[in-house]
């Protein structure tokens, strides 16, 4: 599946290459592996279970938790081992606290769902890929969902917002901006903002940015339809698409 270009080759509100492949880790109730660009994140899903420990769980719902680690390999950037841990443990809850708001945890009290997250390859917009590697792992496990939940990261460069950026732009020290939506009411989950970024721009980034989030759930749907045709033949059952 591709999105087509993105600003390293002069269209600056296009997006990265995006490929995606779903129910691929054995084992996992559910797993996809999503590629944006030469960004590369493998996403495993186990759940909803019982809860590994009694004190944690809630009787009213269930509770995510989620491991997120950047292969040593995999990055282009090689960091200090203390802060690529602290880093990994903000990005993993924040992936949960997004996941909290679109998961229907009402239907599993006393549960647990698991949410392990592998970047493969990094070159950019890892947060992004992560979380939307695991809205196709989630509904891959058949865990219910009030909507997709996208994302996509913006930046400004002389007055221009470029979309879906890698690590080059990224590292051009402009603001990095980052939303997660539910597209069919774009209800924003996450956001989050790396550097200033100026009111002037403020509305052109975020308006971007949510068709950002619009373009790549068609792009995850299509997948998805396409995954349910392949296991309703594999099953010899009509699926409703």
């Given at each position: 599946?591709?999105?087509?270009?993105?600003?390293?080759?002069?269209?600056?509100?296009?997006?990265?290459?995006?490929?995606?492949?779903?129910?691929?880790?054995?084992?996992?109730?559910?797993?996809?592996?999503?590629?944006?660009?030469?960004?590369k994140?493998?996403?495993?899903?186990?759940?909803?279970?019982?809860?590994a420990?009694?004190?944690?769980?809630?009787?009213?719902?269930?509770?995510?938790?989620?491991?997120?680690?950047?292969a040593?390999?995999?990055?282009?950037?090689?960091?200090?081992?203390?802060?690529?841990?602290k880093?990994?443990?903000?990005?993993?809850?924040?992936?949960?606290?997004?996941?909290?708001?679109?998961?229907?945890?009402?239907?599993?009290?006393?549960?647990?769902?698991?949410?392990?997250?592998?970047?493969?390859?990094?070159?950019?917009?890892?947060?992004?890929?992560?979380?939307?590697?695991?809205?196709?792992?989630?509904?891959?496990?058949?865990?219910?969902?009030?909507?997709?939940?996208?994302?996509?990261?913006?930046?400004?460069?002389?007055?221009?917002?470029?979309?879906?950026i890698?690590?080059?732009?990224?590292?051009?020290?402009?603001?990095?901006?980052?939303?997660?939506v539910m597209?069919r009411?774009?209800?924003?989950?996450?956001?989050?903002?790396?550097?200033?970024?100026?009111?002037?721009?403020?509305?052109?980034?975020?308006?971007?940015?949510?068709?950002?989030?619009?373009?790549?759930?068609?792009?995850?749907?299509?997948?998805?339809?396409?995954?349910?045709?392949?296991?309703?033949?594999?099953?010899?059952?009509?699926?409703?698409?």
């Open positions: 599946v591709s999105s087509g270009i993105n600003a390293e080759y002069g269209r600056p509100q296009e997006m990265r290459k995006l490929k995606c492949e779903l129910g691929i880790s054995e084992g996992a109730d559910g797993s996809a592996l999503v590629e944006q660009g030469y960004t994140v493998l996403v495993s899903v186990f759940g909803p279970h019982e809860c420990n009694r004190n944690t769980r809630n009787h009213e719902r269930a509770i995510i938790s989620c491991s997120y680690n950047l040593s390999f995999g990055s282009a950037i090689r960091k200090k081992k203390m802060n690529t841990d880093k990994s443990t903000e990005v993993g809850v924040m992936i949960q606290n997004t996941f909290e708001a679109a998961v229907m945890l009402e239907k599993f009290p006393k549960s647990q769902i698991d949410i392990y997250v592998q970047v493969l390859q990094g070159d950019g917009g890892e947060r992004c890929v992560a979380i939307n590697a695991t809205t196709l792992a989630l509904i891959n496990a058949g865990i219910p969902m009030k909507d997709y939940v996208c994302a996509c990261a913006a930046t400004v460069y002389q007055d221009s917002v470029l979309l879906d890698n690590n080059l732009e990224e590292s051009s020290r402009g603001p990095l901006f980052m939303l997660a597209p009411t774009d209800s924003i989950v996450q956001l989050q903002l790396d550097h200033r970024l100026h009111n002037d721009h403020l509305d052109k980034v975020v308006k971007e940015t949510i068709q950002g989030c619009r373009d790549i759930q068609v792009l995850l749907d299509r997948q998805v339809k396409e995954w349910t045709v392949e296991a309703a033949a594999a099953y010899e059952i009509k699926p409703r698409v």
